[in-house]
């Protein structure tokens, strides 16, 4: 099961939309072995929830490689504190549903340095043009819309 499927059956078994699915929640890989575990968990997304089911129930030997996502100082430190949880880029072949798949280990570093660095996966993914809108956004990107990849990180670890 994917963490697509296991989001969409959870949302229609509950009556309720993915909007109300991921209030305060994250999707994570899963290796409890309890009955009906399906190899997802819907948890809180508070960073220390993330770190307790990342260190007790996910598998360990989440495959493939960690998605590396180089950050300037000032949106490093956000997600350090908790600010920031969601990674804008535009969307293409570097940033899209199939390379930041839900469950995906990610890997974020003040710049290209190996000095700072914080561990967590991938907890949602979407598209969407209205980021592109922002003054943030336009600085970076120019006027133009776009699709915007919109990556929700869970943290669970610093790496020294």
């Not at 993915?18 to 960073?47: H, I, M, T, Y």
């Not at 030997?61 to 000032?74: E, M, Q, R, V």
């Not at 809108?133 to 943290?155: F, H, M, N, T």
């Amino acid at each position: 099961m994917t963490a697509e499927e296991f989001t969409a059956g959870y949302c229609e078994r509950s009556g309720i939309t993915r909007a109300e699915f991921f209030a305060g929640k994250v999707v994570l890989p899963c290796a409890c072995a309890e009955e009906g575990c399906n190899g997802w968990a819907r948890v809180s997304d508070d960073q220390q929830d993330v770190a307790l089911h990342m260190g007790m129930r996910a598998p360990q030997d989440i495959t493939g490689p960690a998605l590396f996502i180089p950050l300037k100082t000032k949106f490093y430190r956000e997600f350090e504190r908790g600010d920031k949880t969601t990674e804008f880029r535009p969307y293409g072949p570097r940033w899209n549903e199939r390379t930041c798949a839900i469950g995906r280990p990610v890997v974020l570093s003040m710049g290209y340095g190996k000095g700072q660095r914080l561990r967590g996966v991938v907890a949602a993914f979407s598209a969407s043009v209205e980021p592109s809108k922002s003054d943030a956004w336009r600085s970076c990107y120019g006027d133009e819309p776009q699709s915007v990849a919109c990556i929700r990180i869970a943290l669970f670890d610093q790496q020294p």
